[in-house]
């Protein structure tokens, strides 16, 4: 899972315990603009990816690699 830093703390804290408890990996990156460029949407808070080889990209696109 990839976040925005500039998500709202309410969706935040609604998210995050969600992926810790199921064991979910994620991590918080750029803004919500970057994060919709990356996957060519608008502004996203957050964005679940499954595929291994998506996120590792996804990440190098942002500059998290």
């Known amino acids: 899972m990839v ?10 804290k609604k998210v995050l ?13 750029g803004d ?3 994060l919709g460029a990356a996957v060519g949407s608008g ?3 957050v964005v679940g ?6 996120a590792k ?3 190098e696109q942002l ?3």
Do not use: H, M, Y
């Open 43 to 45: 502004p996203l808070t």
């Open 32 to 34: 919500r603009a970057e």
């Open 57 to 59: 990209g996804l990440l």
């Open 49 to 54: 990816v499954t595929q291994p080889s998506f």
């Open 17 to 29: 315990p969600l992926a810790r408890n199921r064991g979910v990996p994620s991590k918080i990156v």
């Open 63 to 65: 500059g998290q690699d």
């Open 3 to 12: 976040l925005a830093e500039d998500g709202s703390e309410t969706q935040l």
